[in-house]
């Protein structure tokens, strides 16, 4: 059985840097892409970032490009979020999901991705 579990949240100051992992168990990563979303307090989930099965191809949403940088190691099964910059309406449970890849490009909606895990909470102080 696949999990997928996040760890690396916490409080952090505006301005800060935070890098969260995922790592997943029960299924052939490297075969996989990879996806972060968030979801803010009151708010619908929302994609973040997301890295293809060959690490070749990533996707961004327009807010983080240029402070945060997605990447996986797959002989430890293992994707990272480097986030910089972080900012108070970034304050959210981000999550991690994983989907068996269908073409090269990683898909970035929620409702492409097949596995998820719990989530981590992320909370940026101004």
């Known amino acids: 059985q696949a999990q997928v579990v996040e760890s690396g949240g916490g409080l952090v100051q505006a301005g800060d840097s935070l890098r969260l992992s995922c790592a997943t168990s029960g299924l052939s990563f490297n075969l996989y892409h990879l996806g972060w979303f968030r979801q803010a307090p009151g708010k619908e989930r929302e994609f973040v970032a997301a890295i293809s099965w060959s690490e070749v191809n990533t996707n961004y949403a327009d807010s983080v490009k240029g402070r945060f940088t997605i990447s996986r190691n797959n002989p430890k099964n293992t994707v990272y979020l480097q986030m910089t910059k972080l900012q108070p309406e970034e304050t959210a449970i981000y999550y991690c999901?994983?989907?068996?890849?269908?073409?090269?490009?990683?898909?970035?909606?929620?409702?492409?991705?097949?596995?998820w895990g719990q989530g981590t909470q992320v909370t940026v102080s101004s």
């Open positions: 999901a994983a989907v068996l890849r269908r073409g090269a490009l990683p898909p970035t909606r929620e409702y492409e991705y097949d596995y």
